[in-house]
């Protein structure tokens, strides 16, 4: 059997196991996930020598902070995939669930009902938690899953797809419920973005090479996004201390991930007053501005700061480091038109005490999440509520914004009647 045979081999599995899985109670559902918790907290050690591996190799190989990063699994960190589990586990469960129903004039009975879409497949970069994300969210929502992670974190991967699988047959589940496409050949990048008999979802996670890659090529519908480039605008209304700890938390909280600022836009009225606190914060946090020339007039060389000339090409970047494009703006207006020209439709935000102005950018701003007066770093499955997420989508059909259960299940109509027949 080819790589290529064994692939489809292991859609046709995943496609069978999301039969079983549709039908199972949401009880069985959650043990399996309770299994896959507990064994993240009480079985890493094989999973960090693993992810020490791959980080050591990534490191050799000349990978930048931010990747590294990205990359590296803790024990905290696998405590806390653990508990994104639990979260998920305690969510109610979307399998089953009546979204709306009436009685028509002729009595017939209509209902609209939740079901899993079938199998979920993913194709990502460097990060080995986002493997229990979608496996966790998968099994919840009754779908199984094909997850296709990088070179760079292939032993990682392979031992919590391997903890995985053992924990939810332990729970009585198929283990074909989830699959890992362990061959790190990209010609099955290829197979697998054909194999539209058997996927129902592909979700990329990635940089944008991937994520074009994917859209452009893949036979089944794909739910793009993840690629954030991400503004807060200080307004001229703007409580400098909020406007401050707001942007420090958006750019340094972690400043490797999507929902990171990249760009501070701030009124001309309100520059003198905020820009120096605002850079004083960022600069103890080691963050490189670059600024436009009425921000580096502002700040100036006399205050010491980490700024630098901004280049053309740092508007509209998606920084992953501690790097962040500063821009002074006459209006609203024109921070409006700055974000539809630079904006990627992920997360952006308005630090402001005019309503008038908040209520503006919120009802304006083309993006999966706009926020006033708190940080873009919120935008995310877990924080909303969600449990974890598969993917953020910067797309408008389908699902927008943080992927969680629901977006993850489509519906059918039941109809009942008492012998009724069409006129």
């Not at 986002?130 to 031992?159: M, P, Q």
């Not at 580096?296 to 501690?322: C, K, M, Y």
């Amino acid at each position: 059997m080819t790589a290529a045979d064994r692939l489809r081999q292991q859609g046709s599995d995943a496609q069978a196991a999301s039969a079983v899985l549709s039908r199972l109670p949401g009880g069985a559902r959650n043990h399996a996930l309770a299994n896959i918790a507990h064994a993240l907290e009480t079985e890493q050690a094989p999973i960090l020598a693993a992810n020490a591996a791959d980080y050591q190799e990534a490191q050799a190989d000349g990978m930048n902070d931010a990747f590294l990063d990205r990359l590296l699994l803790t024990a905290d960190r696998l405590n806390g995939m653990a508990a994104d589990v639990r979260g998920v586990a305690a969510l109610p469960d979307p399998v089953g669930e009546r979204i709306e129903s009436f009685i028509m004039e002729n009595g017939l009975e209509v209902e609209k009902r939740r079901i899993p879409l079938g199998v979920i497949a993913s194709i990502y970069e460097s990060r080995p938690n986002v493997t229990t994300d979608i496996v966790a969210l998968s099994l919840k929502s009754g779908n199984a899953c094909i997850l296709r992670g990088g070179k760079e974190t292939l032993r990682s991967n392979t031992a919590l797809v391997a903890l995985a699988q053992q924990a939810i047959g332990e729970a009585g589940l198929p283990t074909d419920a989830v699959q890992f496409v362990a061959d790190t050949d990209r010609a099955l990048v290829d197979v697998l973005l054909g194999m539209k008999q058997y996927i129902n979802l592909l979700v990329p996670r990635g940089g944008t090479g991937l994520i074009n890659f994917v859209a452009a090529n893949a036979a089944m519908p794909v739910l793009t996004g993840g690629v954030g480039v991400c503004h807060t605008y200080v307004d001229r209304d703007a409580d400098t201390a909020m406007a401050a700890r707001i942007v420090h938390n958006a750019k340094v909280q972690r400043p490797t991930v999507c929902n990171a600022l990249d760009t501070v836009l701030v009124h001309s009225e309100a520059a003198a007053r905020c820009l120096p606190e605002i850079a004083a914060r960022l600069n103890r946090a080691g963050v490189e501005m670059r600024c436009d020339h009425r921000a580096l007039s502002i700040l100036g060389p006399a205050h010491g700061l980490n700024t630098v000339p901004a280049q053309p090409e740092d508007w509209g970047r998606e920084f992953l480091a501690l790097i962040a494009a500063v821009k002074v703006v006459d209006s609203l207006d024109d921070a409006l038109g700055h974000i539809r020209t630079y904006g990627s439709g992920h997360s952006e935000a308005i630090v402001t005490q005019d309503e008038d102005a908040a209520q503006r950018f919120l009802n304006e701003v083309d993006a999966a999440a706009v926020y006033h007066n708190t940080s873009t770093r919120f935008t995310d499955g877990a924080q909303f509520g969600l449990g974890a997420e598969v993917g953020i989508s910067t797309q408008k059909y389908h699902a927008r914004g943080p992927l969680g259960l629901r977006e993850l299940t489509s519906y059918k109509w039941i109809v009942r009647g008492q012998g009724q027949i069409r006129q």
